[in-house]
């Protein structure tokens, strides 16, 4: 069950002042030695590893957005910074790359990258729609980079460096080809491509080659029935192929977002919009996919997914690897196929299966620390988020984060005085105004507010806070005549709500309060930058394959006089994360109780033994629980009657019990599902506690992980008791 919109972040949220409460973003280090996924809690798809002596680098999925084809830097996997894109604009003079014309590229830009290093430089592979293969190199990942149109059909592709020099693209659904590239980047080898592995083996798409110890290994997604990742593997480029599921089902309790229905591409307002059903037991395509896989550089082994976040869009997630009879299999031992969203840090791991050796599914990589020792936390590098969030538009450059809705205008825009202007040209809609700057919304909750001067709008200006998205929405201000009128539009209704407006300095302050992870937002304006007031209904929000991205903060002006108008300008841009700081969502030092959310009821330390559960209304000490610190986000329960709890066997159903000695009690790694949702994952079997809410068993410790709607029996919820 997701956490509802608490009431209290609305609250809160709409009595800030534009300037920032705190400079806390979402990183998915803990800041002990482990990490919780997502890495990031913002669009980043189609992720692929590129590992270069002891720097990481990271290439995803940017669209119809420039600049474009973004890449990230990281020492350690997990903390990571943006310091590159390949190109600053799409550098093809169709009117559809420059949003002209009614002609567009929503979800059909650049996607799919596959990053390579090879003969000094790097590369960057990637398709875009209507042209082709693309190639990007440079001999620093920071650019220059220089472009080569390859052409071909050749999309969602991994490329691979061969030891006799020869380069190969590997594409295709189903059918799965493999074509060889020209060295000099200028176009495949004519009369190449052959197929490696033919339809009916059950092998997807957004492939990645890797030789590994001189055989061949193909990591792909496919998505018929639903989602799973598959492992590829040959002596030969050309094959034979065996192939083997190496994840699926992980979807760390994720369900899929409402997708947008309508007709045709980018429509009209008024156009009529629904949001289709969602089926929260469904895994669909929501678990984690498509991605690649890297050597760490102790040697062990780590992928790095993409994964549907609601609304957000698609982000990565971290996940550590074993290898079992020389396949790469997602997991730990005793748990293959699914991953911890809690683990150790690289290089913070005891025991890393290290090589592609043939190990027993049911041998263990790393023991049970013993209870009675505290460990110390550990850290590598310092907690960092890949972007700075916040612009003042003080500086000569925008910020990295900052992305425009396809080629902007250059004479329409600058940075003057301190603040962002934008000129107004013509569009009936936001979707189709050029010159709209676009970052990506980051959840689980946030909130983004941005300060607008009016001054200089003209007859038939629109200019304000949106959301590009299919359906899109915006808060801002209309310019009729010498009259300013505050405007929410939402295009899913084709409902506007309208609040006349009386600015003495021309100044506004407009605010998007967004609980992602429940896919909603509503929209606030302030007139003088401390009191605010919620406009407009709280809005769903939604995924879609139109434009292929989650939610994003646009901000914008347009003319709907069919003209070009005066011009906006916009100061102090902010983005609030209330969720970020998890430095309390362990319950340390706190007396609480364990509220099953498959049937709302708490656990209790049953006289008989067991592990069971209770009324609702128990609130004796047999339900009550502390926890024992041992470092690193490893824990052990005791339960406030003096007992520990402890699991003996295999884990099955009746093996969760008590032990009266606290060296014996059974050490667990927290798993924070945030909001106060956790898991229990056992470092002795790899796997979950948890109770089934139909079979009337008790507590075991035999789960995989989280079904997408958190009600299997393995989430729990804590809750403190005074």
Not at 164 to 180: L, R
Not at 192 to 216: A, C, F, Q, S
Not at 511 to 534: H, P
Request: proline content about 6%; aromatic content about 12%.
């Amino acid at each position: 069950m997701k956490r509802i919109l608490n009431t209290l972040l609305l609250t809160v949220a709409c009595a800030l002042g534009a300037q920032a409460q705190t400079t806390t973003s979402w990183t998915a280090d803990n800041g002990n030695g482990t990490f919780t996924n997502p890495l990031f809690y913002d669009e980043f798809s189609d992720p692929d590893i590129l590992r270069v002596g002891d720097d990481y680098y990271l290439a995803g999925t940017t669209m119809h957005a420039v600049p474009g084809l973004v890449i990230l830097h990281s020492k350690d996997l997990v903390n990571w910074e943006n310091i590159s894109y390949c190109f600053d604009r799409f550098d093809f003079a169709d009117d559809a790359f420059s949003l002209r014309n009614h002609q567009e590229i929503y979800g059909q830009g650049i996607w799919a990258p596959a990053i390579r290093y090879a003969n000094g430089q790097f590369y960057v592979f990637s398709n875009i729609n209507g042209k082709g293969l693309q190639c990007y190199t440079a001999k620093d990942i920071r650019g220059p980079w220089t472009h080569h149109n390859m052409q071909g059909n050749i999309y969602d592709l991994g490329v691979l460096f061969d030891d006799d020099g020869k380069v190969y693209a590997i594409h295709g659904y189903g059918n799965v080809k493999c074509t060889e590239l020209k060295p000099d980047m200028s176009g495949p080898v004519e009369g190449t491509e052959r197929l490696i592995i033919p339809e009916g083996n059950g092998v997807g798409e957004g492939h990645h080659m890797y030789k590994i110890d001189g055989r061949y290994y193909l990591i792909s997604t496919d998505y018929k029935p639903n989602g799973r990742t598959l492992c590829s593997r040959a002596d030969n480029i050309w094959g034979p192929y065996e192939t083997r599921v190496i994840t699926a089902d992980e979807t760390y309790g994720y369900h899929a977002a409402s997708l947008t229905q309508f007709r045709g591409r980018i429509q009209p307002d008024g156009y009529p919009f629904r949001l289709g059903p969602v089926n929260q037991d469904a895994t669909a395509c929501t678990n984690a996919h498509q991605g690649g896989i890297v050597q760490y550089a102790d040697g062990s082994w780590w992928a790095l997914f993409m994964q549907d976040f609601h609304s957000i869009g698609r982000t990565v997630c971290l996940m550590p690897m074993t290898w079992v009879d020389g396949w790469p299999m997602v997991g730990l031992p005793g748990n293959l196929g699914r991953a911890p969203r809690t683990w150790f840090k690289p290089g913070l791991a005891p025991s890393p299966v290290s090589s592609p050796s043939s190990i027993s599914p049911s041998s263990s990589s790393i023991s049970s620390p013993s209870p009675s020792a505290v460990v110390e936390p550990a850290i590598s590098s310092q907690a960092t988020s890949p972007y700075n969030r916040s612009d003042n538009f003080d500086g000569k450059q925008l910020g990295r984060v900052w992305q425009w809705n396809h080629n902007p205008d250059d004479k329409m825009w600058s940075l003057k005085n301190g603040r962002l202007r934008i000129q107004s040209s013509p569009a009936e809609q936001l979707m189709w105004a050029r010159n709209s700057l676009t970052q990506r919304v980051i959840g689980p909750t946030s909130v983004a507010t941005v300060e607008l001067s009016t001054k200089g709008l003209k007859d038939g200006d629109v200019a304000g806070l949106g959301n590009i998205n299919i359906p899109c929405s915006w808060i801002g201000i209309v310019k009729s005549g010498k009259a300013l009128t505050l405007r929410c539009f939402e295009q899913l209704t084709n409902d506007t709500t309208d609040v006349p407006v009386g600015l003495s300095d021309g100044k506004i302050w407009l605010r998007c309060i967004g609980d992602y992870d429940n896919n909603q937002a509503q929209y606030a304006y302030s007139t003088d930058g401390k009191e605010f007031t919620t406009l407009g209904r709280m809005m769903p929000l939604s995924y879609q394959l139109t434009t292929f991205q989650g939610s994003r903060h646009a901000l914008f002006a347009f003319n709907v006089s069919g003209k070009k108008g005066g011009y906006a300008e916009f100061d102090n841009f902010t983005v609030e994360e209330p969720d970020a700081d998890r430095s309390g969502n362990i319950p340390y030092g706190k007396t609480f109780r364990i509220i099953n959310l498959a049937n709302g009821r708490p656990a209790v330390c049953d006289p008989h033994g067991v592990l069971y559960d209770t009324r609702t209304d128990d609130m004796s000490a047999r339900t009550q629980f502390r926890i024992l610190d041992r470092g690193q986000g490893m824990v052990s329960l005791q339960c406030l009657d003096g007992r520990y709890l402890k699991v003996y066997g295999q884990g099955l159903p009746g093996d969760v019990r008590f032990t009266d000695k606290a060296e014996e009690a059974e050490v667990f790694l927290w798993q924070d599902y945030l909001g106060g949702d956790f898991m229990l994952f056992s470092l002795r079997n790899h796997r979950y506690i948890g109770k089934s809410p139909t079979t009337g068993s008790p507590y075991s410790m035999d789960y995989p992980g989280a079904d997408p709607a958190r009600r299997n029996g393995a989430v729990l919820h804590w809750e403190e008791v005074k």
